[in-house]
């Protein structure tokens, strides 16, 4: 099956989604039609190991489920959840604090990866 044009998934309707591109997919609210500008080239879990790499050697990044979001580890053992909330915008959350989750300043997908990511990296470096 190479590709899918519409398939619902417990409430979320995933659209134009091509298996030999799975990182190019838009996903949306039953609906909620999805515009050209809104299809991705990369995951969250991207934006985590591309953070984790900017932020050093000692630092790790897993896959959370479907890519969705992405875990980073910190070499003391802190970690930090990457994801979207519910109104689309990215945060970074230190799991071991009562911190409030942040948000990267400006971070849209438009950007791209490398600037997302060091935007992340920016925020961790902050809250750690």
Known sequence: MSDVSSLDVSHTQVTNFDASTPHAM???RPGNAPSSGNVCSFTIFDIARVAANRLG????????CWSVTGRISA??????TVGV??????YVRLESSCAPTQFPANATAAEG???TAARVANTIIDLW
């Open 26 to 28: 838009t996903a949306t």
């Open 57 to 64: 050697d000692d630092w790790s990044a897993e896959s959370g």
């Open 75 to 80: 070499p003391d053992a802190d970690e930090f």
């Open 85 to 90: 909330d519910e109104s689309g915008r990215l």
């Open 113 to 115: 990866l490398d600037i």
